[in-house]
């Protein structure tokens, strides 16, 4: 099984996804990490928060990941993303989720992935009971690796039909929530084309 990195990158304003520039960067970082990990990375924009890209894919192991993050390509990639990013304010978690099983066009066309984080100091249970008869696609579940006590987080696919996304609550509420559509930045599309 693997496990799913959720990433939070903050830019210092609205990344533009048609900069050579910035194309360029992206592809570069995508083309390494995923050679690193074995696996895609998959790009993802908030229009509520259009400052950040929000950057999910999967690795066999946190130590995996840790020794790319110490690794020489992952260093250039902040020293050249320096100018673009508020490296302060970028957030990352490992979940236990496995990232193969979330489904290849999450956030495409007419879905958005809503990921949600739940307090763990509560009693919450991984479930798939979620999800509502017609509503969702999938869901997906699993704690914050770093800490036995860690939040839990959940990946849902809802089907967003061109309107509001509004995911149904369950008894707890998360903490924080955010709905997402797949950019492909180093090509310069959004989830609209995709």
Not at 66 to 73: A, D, K, Q, S, T
Not at 163 to 169: A, C, F, Q
Request: net charge negative; proline share 5%.
């Amino acid at each position: 099984m693997t496990i799913t990195e959720f990433a939070i990158i903050v830019f210092n304003s609205p990344p533009d996804f048609s900069d050579p520039a910035l194309q360029s960067l992206f592809q570069k970082l995508s083309s390494w990490q995923s050679e690193c990990s074995g696996l895609p990375l998959r790009f993802f924009t908030n229009r509520d928060e259009p400052t950040e890209v929000y950057l999910v894919t999967g690795w066999t192991s946190v130590a995996a990941h840790e020794g790319w993050i110490r690794g020489e390509r992952n260093q250039e990639l902040l020293r050249v993303f320096g100018p673009y990013v508020d490296m302060p304010r970028i957030r990352m978690v490992h979940v236990g989720v496995d990232f193969e099983a979330m489904q290849k066009d999450a956030g495409c066309g007419g879905m958005v992935m809503v990921v949600e984080r739940y307090d763990g100091a509560r009693r919450w249970r991984e479930t798939t009971s979620f999800v509502e008869e017609g509503r969702y696609a999938w869901s997906l579940a699993g704690r914050d690796l770093a800490r036995d006590d860690g939040d839990a987080f959940r990946f849902v696919g809802v089907r967003a039909d061109g309107g509001e996304v509004e995911v149904g609550r369950d008894k707890l509420t998360p903490i924080e929530r955010w709905a997402l559509r797949r950019v492909e930045p180093s090509l310069g599309q959004s989830s609209a084309v995709l």
